[in-house]
Each structure stands twice: as structure tokens, then as C-alpha cells.
């Protein structure tokens, strides 16, 4: 397209230098005769005499010359008349007699003369005017796409087979921080300080035989900064397929360069942790294997004995004996509890999640179950809501309920009519909850309400390890939820959690 | 040893001493106790099933019955039990493991490896001297052992 418009305009450009419309080169034709006349007629005025030939040569020497064969012919026939009329005897007529005939001659040998010659002239400057505008339009693309090199960030940079730079752009500016007029005539490789990963040779025999290499370099900004750049490089040959000059394009990787560097590092970092966490947690499993195991043995010998030192001295025993012995059994039981307790907390963080669809109506009603056989003889209202169905693991989450629920059962028993609903809300996540009418808590102590061996309550008041709700706390942690409560003193608390809906859950498992 | 051929239709395999009299204390309400032989390592209740070392002059009879603890030294139990259930001439003895351990990974190993029941050891002595008698009694008394066992 380019193309084909430069030669419209070559070609109107050649039509206007031709000097105009046709009837405008006819009017100089014969203003440049009358022109003639003037300076001859006042000549013959002073008696000069033979000299008014060459003024009429030169009109149509130079309408020859200037406006082509036409108005030559139309300037040779007018400057005939002229002159047969107003200076060749008999004057004043255009009678053409014999002497006249070497002075026609003359005219016309002359005219066809100068025509030829203003006919070679103009080819020539056709020819060069031509020329000219080819070598515009070469030079008016190649600026266009030198200005378009310019536009990109990628430095582009051209050298010849000598390494001699002959292209720089403002990528290569801006990366290298030499100025075109700085690295355009200079040896690439003492500018840059290239260093390559291969040695020049081989890049050079790559290059010269694939036409093209790809590859990391690394150079010195003008600056003297060490970067790393990505490069790729093309060879450019003439019409006889010879090796002309290289053209480069590169970007800055150097920040990448680093940061992959970085990952890597941090990668081994993580890699090392994880062999020691793994150390670590198998470290913690033989040690709760072995409280289970060991440190039950013992408790189980301080209740037998003592049951056995009842047994054996029951006759003779006092009430104060009695009593102490009743503490010892006491103690081992509940430090048996709490071992199991803590076990069963451990078991949580250990054990992997097995996850499935679990309605957590259904598992309401098994907690229920449960707990009720632990309740019997209370009078509770029990109000059950609506909830949802949970993906999650289901031995878990019945754990989280039934702790829920007995935590309310127990907190409620100094209470005549005790109440405990249990419902769900529904939002982003779903939330459940559990609200009982029980003796509350005081909201100041509410981070403790979560703790390992955390209780609000002193002992006697109320059983228990402290064990529940940090397992709940941590079995829906591990469900990425998370459980707050709101209470009063006196007048009741509320437990909720909250874990992400099934849905999204589901529809990740069936694309999975 | 005192017991190195003694006959009973209980094998006790259990390290702890104090563990071993509170069993016995428990079967001696049913006058079991004398019933029960006592080893008190892997190795030990191999020897006797396998009638080698200080038990190779035993009589050629199988206990109906064998209590195996798990945490045992030298071979471990669930080492003892494999080796039992592997053997053509042993598989049939009944193995009843008891063990502190509550631990799920025990208790499946154990049931994978062909136990015929698996019971951990209660830390109240009532519960633990029930346990203690209710499985002797089953064991040695109302189930029917397999041929070739000790009778009474």
C-alpha cells in the first residue's frame, strides 16, 4: 500500500513539473516571440541592420528548451511571419521570396536543435527527479520503522559481522544506559562486556548456522551494573546469502533472574522445615503413644492398690482413713480422664480429615442421643432449628456437637427448667450455634473459654478437664471455620461456629 | 524359674509385676489364678509356645487362652501376635490383647493381624478387675477351646 501511493504521487509530482496546462506553454511560445520583437524593432528603429535573427533564435531557442516540441513549432512559424514581415524586403508583406529562404532554414535547423536537446534534458531530470523520490520513499519508510523500533521496550540493537553497532534503539538506551550517539559506531562487546554462556565461537558458529540464537547474557549497563538479559539474536544477510549483520533484541531479567533465585533458596528453606516438622511430629506421636501407655500404667496401680489397702484394712480404718483413700481413687480417676482427654485432643491435630456431605440434623439427632442418656432425671426444653448440611468430617464434627451439647447440659443443671436451642444462621458461611439458659460466663474471660485446660468455673462446681471446647475449637479450625461465644453472668451463653458452605465445597470435589 | 513347667490354660504375657498381681489378684475371685502361666517378654512367650529354651521340656499342650500386652521388651506384642497367626500350628490359640493402649493404630494393627479381641486395660481397679474376670472366665471356662488345648 505504501508503495503504490508513493508512485501516485511520483507520478502527479512528474505532471507539474512539466510546467502547467498546454494553452499556458502556447501563450509563452508566442509571448516569448513578441518578446523578440521588441528588442528588433527598436534596433531597425536606429538603423541596425541585420541583427534581428538571433533575437528570434533565441525566443525559439528557449520555448524549445522550456515548453517542448508544440509550442516550439508554434513559436518557429510565428517568429518566420515576424521577421518576413517587419524585416525582410518587401517589408510589410509576407510575400516569401528566395533570399529569404536561408534565414527559414536557419530557424528551423536551430529550433529542432534545441527541441532535441531540451528533450534529452528532460529525460534526465525525469530520470533524477524519480530517483530522488524513490530514495525519499526508502528513506521516509525506513524512518518509519525506525521510529516504530523505537516505540517498543525491548532493546534493539543491530551490529555488523565486525560487532560494530550500527542501530541502537530507546530500549537499548534505557537498558544499557548508553545513548544512541554514544554506542552507534562502537565495538558491541567492549561496550557491553558481554559475558556469554557459551564461548563466542560457538555462539558465532549457531548463529551462522541456524541464522538465529537464543540465550541469558550477562553485561554492564553504562552505569557499570552487572544485568542479566534475555536475548535473541537473528542474522540478517544480502542477496548473495553473505552474513551481513546481526540484530539483537533483548529484555531486562535480571529482577526475575533474582527472584527465581530467591524461590529456589526459599524452596530448600521449606523443604528442610518439612523434614524437621515430619521429625518433629513423629517425635510427638511416639511421645503421645507413650503417655498413653506408660503413664496410665502407674495411675492404674495407685487405684488398685489402694482399692486392695481398702479391702484389706476396711475393718480396722478410720473415717479420716477412709477419706484419704477415697481422695487417692478419686484423683487417679480424673487424672485418667484427663489423660484420655488430652489424648483425644492430640488424636484431632493427627488425625487426617475425611471428608464427605454430613447433614447436621442427622448428626444432631446421634449427639442427642448421646447426651440425653447422660441428662436423665433433668427437665430440659430442648429447641431444635433448622441446620445445614456441612462438608466435613463427620466423627468430628458429631464430636463438636456432642461437646456443645453436654457443655450446655452441665452448665444448666443448677437451673429448675433448663433451655437449650440450637438453630443456624444463614450467611457467607454457615453459622450454627447452641444457647442455653445456663449460669454464663463472664465475657471478659471470653478468649479463655477456647484454651487447653482453660475452666471458668472452679472444680467443684462444676466437673471436667478443660479439654471440650479446645477440641472443638480445633476440629473446626481444621474445617477452616471458626467458633466465638457471647454469654452473661447468670443469664446463659451462646456458642457459635461457623464453617464454609457445602456448596462450594461440592462443586470442587466433582471438578476435581 | 519357678514356672518353667508349669502348665495353665492362660498365658499371660505382661512385663510390668505389679501389672501381673493385680491380673492374678482379679482371677483369684474365680480361682483362676493357678491357671494362669506368666511370661514376661516376647521372647519368653515364643520360647513357650515354641517349647524352646527353659520351656522345652513343657508338656505338648496349648493354653486356651493367651492375655498379650502390646509395649512389651524384646519382641513387642504385635511382633508375638504375627508370628502366631502366621504359624499353621499356633494360629488357632486364641490371642486376647490387653493393653493400655487406646491408641487407633494399635487396636487395627491388631484386628488386621487376626486378634480374637482386643480390650484396654481400665485405670479404675473395679472396672479393671471386672475386665480381668469376665474375660478369664469366658476364655478359659465358657468358650470351647480349640483341639489340642489344655481342659480341665
Given amino acids: 500500500m505504501v508503495t503504490l501511493a508513493g508512485e501516485a504521487t511520483l507520478q502527479s509530482n512528474i505532471r507539474l513539473q512539466q510546467g502547467g496546462s498546454r494553452l499556458w506553454r502556447y501563450g509563452y511560445a508566442v509571448v516569448s516571440v513578441v518578446v523578440a520583437m521588441a528588442p528588433a524593432l527598436l534596433l531597425q528603429r536606429f538603423n541596425f541592420s541585420d541583427v534581428e535573427l538571433p533575437f528570434f533564435l533565441l525566443a525559439v531557442a528557449i520555448t524549445a528548451w522550456y515548453w517542448g516540441v508544440g509550442p516550439a513549432v508554434l513559436s518557429i512559424v510565428l517568429s518566420f511571419l515576424c521577421f518576413d514581415f517587419f524585416f525582410v524586403p518587401p517589408l510589410y508583406s509576407l510575400v516569401f521570396t528566395l533570399p529569404d529562404l536561408p534565414a527559414f532554414v536557419v530557424l528551423i535547423l536551430f529550433a529542432i536543435l534545441a527541441t532535441r536537446f531540451a528533450a534529452v534534458r528532460r529525460k534526465f531530470e525525469k530520470d533524477l527527479r524519480e530517483a530522488r523520490d524513490r530514495l525519499q520513499m526508502e528513506v521516509d519508510e525506513r524512518t518509519k520503522q525506525a521510529s516504530l523500533l523505537n516505540l517498543t521496550h525491548d532493546s534493539v540493537f543491530v551490529r555488523d559481522m565486525d560487532l560494530i553497532i550500527s542501530y541502537w534503539n530507546r530500549g537499548a538506551e534505557e537498558l544499557y544506559g548508553w545513548k544512541a550517539e554514544e554506542a552507534i559506531g562502537k565495538q558491541s562487546q567492549q561496550l557491553l562486556r558481554t559475558v556469554y554462556p557459551v564461548s563466542l565461537e560457538e555462539f558465532r558458529t549457531e548463529l551462522l548456522r541456524t541464522g538465529r540464537w537464543d540465550g541469558e547474557l550477562r553485561r554492564t549497563t553504562a552505569g557499570g551494573t552487572e544485568i542479566v538479559v534475555a536475548s535473541r539474536c537473528s542474522l540478517q544477510r544480502d542477496a548473495q546469502e553473505r552474513p551481513v549483520a546481526i540484530l539483537e533484541t533483548s529484555n531486562d531479567t535480571t529482577e526475575r533472574k533474582r527472584r527465581e533465585e530467591q524461590i529456589e533458596n526459599l524452596n530448600q528453606e521449606l523443604a528442610r522445615r518439612s523434614v524437621e516438622l515430619e521429625a518433629i511430629n513423629k517425635e510427638l506421636e511416639a511421645f503421645a503413644y507413650s503417655v498413653s501407655h506408660d503413664l496410665r500404667a502407674p495411675l492404674r496401680h495407685v487405684a488398685g492398690y489402694t482399692e486392695l489397702l481398702q479391702k484389706q484394712i476396711s475393718t480396722i480404718v478410720n473415717e479420716k482413713c477412709s477419706g484419704y483413700m477415697k481422695a487417692i481413687l478419686e484423683s487417679a480417676k480424673r487424672m485418667g480422664n484427663l489423660i484420655d482427654d488430652l489424648l483425644a485432643f492430640s488424636r484431632i491435630g493427627r488425625a487426617e480429615t475425611q471428608k464427605s456431605l454430613v447433614s447436621l440434623e442427622q448428626l444432631l439427632k446421634e449427639a442427642l442421643s448421646e447426651v440425653r442418656r447422660d441428662s436423665e432425671g433433668r427437665e430440659i426444653a430442648w429447641k431444635i432449628g433448622a441446620l445445614p448440611t456441612l462438608y466435613g468430617d463427620r466423627s468430628m464434627l458429631r464430636l463438636v456437637l456432642v461437646n456443645l451439647l453436654s457443655n450446655a447440659v452441665k452448665f444448666t443443671r443448677t437451673r429448675k427448667q433448663a433451655e437449650i436451642e440450637i438453630g443456624s444462621m444463614e450467611g457467607k458461611e454457615a453459622v450454627v450455634f447452641v444457647r442455653d439458659n445456663g449460669v454464663g460466663f463472664d465475657m471478659r474471660y471470653a478468649n479463655k473459654l477456647f484454651g487447653v485446660f482453660q475452666r471458668l468455673h472452679q472444680a467443684d462446681a462444676f466437673e471436667g478437664t478443660g479439654i471440650g471446647l479446645a477440641t472443638v475449637q480445633r476440629i473446626i479450625h481444621r474445617h477452616g471455620g471458626s467458633v466465638w461465644a457471647e454469654g452473661e453472668i447468670e443469664k446463659g451463653a451462646t456458642f457459635y461456629f461457623s464453617t464454609p458452605k457445602a456448596e462450594g465445597a461440592l462443586w470442587k470435589t466433582q471438578t476435581n | ?152
Fill in chain 2, 1 to 152: 524359674m519357678e514356672n518353667a513347667n508349669k502348665l495353665g490354660r492362660i498365658l499371660l504375657v505382661e512385663d510390668d509385676p505389679k501389672d501381673v498381681e493385680l491380673t492374678l489378684t482379679a482371677l483369684e475371685e474365680y480361682n483362676l489364678a493357678n491357671e494362669v502361666v506368666v511370661t514376661r517378654d516376647g521372647e519368653q512367650a515364643l520360647d513357650y509356645l515354641y517349647y524352646r529354651g527353659e520351656y522345652k521340656m513343657r508338656a505338648h499342650e496349648s493354653p486356651a487362652v493367651m492375655l498379650l500386652d502390646l509395649k512389651l521388651p524384646k519382641v513387642d506384642g504385635l511382633e508375638v501376635l504375627k508370628q502366631i497367626k502366621s504359624d499353621a500350628n499356633l494360629k488357632m490359640i486364641p490371642v486376647v490383647v490387653l493393653t493400655s493402649s487406646r491408641e487407633e493404630k494399635d487396636m487395627v494393627a491388631s484386628y488386621k493381624l487376626g486378634v480374637n479381641a482386643y480390650v484396654v486395660k481400665p485405670v479404675d481397679f473395679h472396672e479393671f478387675v471386672n475386665a480381668i474376670k469376665e474375660l478369664g472366665v469366658f476364655w478359659a471356662v465358657i468358650n470351647e477351646p480349640p483341639p489340642g488345648s489344655i481342659r480341665k
